[in-house]
């Protein structure tokens, strides 16, 4: 057995972000449980760590998820997804609702975290909450870019930039 389903299962057990939003779907009348998350091979996406779609649940890359950290990180972030999904009625083909979510994932999963972007050799020239803040836009324009509905990367920076302050002030369920 990969050791991403022991960690998977450490982290269902004992991280308290992840404890926490899965009583927070649970208690929002979410049908969504362990049996929705999978720890497999993503070879024909080599730069996803992990995923959720509403009808398949959360799919996460094991060739990607080298520490219990990451994976960590990864579940928290999709859990989010699965939660705003759930609780928000977001729509798979707004881009507004899907850069919310992204923007909320970053936040609090901790993509952004200093030690997270030196892993994805990124050497950020900033520091602080403005450098969180660019890191997280970048990564939820480059998320709206893998969506059909995304016409490039100017409609996605400027959905980005028109939800980040409203979205990023919400973090529910904590």
């Not at 057990?13 to 979410?30: I, P, Y």
């Not at 660019?134 to 059909?148: M, Q, T, Y």
């Not at 980040?164 to 904590?174: G, I, L, N, Q």
Request: charged content about 25%; glycine content about 6%; some cysteine.
């Amino acid at each position: 057995m990969p050791p991403q389903n022991a960690w998977l299962q450490e982290a269902l057990e004992s991280n308290d972000k992840v404890m926490h939003l899965m009583q927070s779907l649970a208690n929002s009348g979410c049908a969504f449980t362990r049996k929705h998350i999978t720890v497999g091979s993503c070879a024909d996406t080599p730069n996803y760590a992990g995923g959720f779609h509403p009808l398949i649940g959360i799919r996460l890359c094991e060739e990607n998820l080298r520490t219990r950290e990451i994976l960590e990180d990864t579940l928290t972030h999709e859990l989010v997804h699965a939660y705003d999904w759930c609780t928000m009625n977001w729509l798979l083909s707004d881009l507004r609702h899907q850069a919310c979510s992204e923007i909320r994932a970053g936040l609090i999963s901790g993509d952004c975290r200093m030690a997270m972007e030196l892993m994805r050799g990124r050497l950020p020239s900033k520091f602080g909450a403005k450098r969180i803040a660019e890191c997280v836009k970048r990564r939820a324009v480059l998320s709206l870019l893998g969506n059909p509905s995304c016409s490039g990367r100017e409609e996605a920076s400027a959905i980005v930039d028109k939800v980040y302050s409203s979205c990023s002030k919400d973090t529910s369920p904590f």
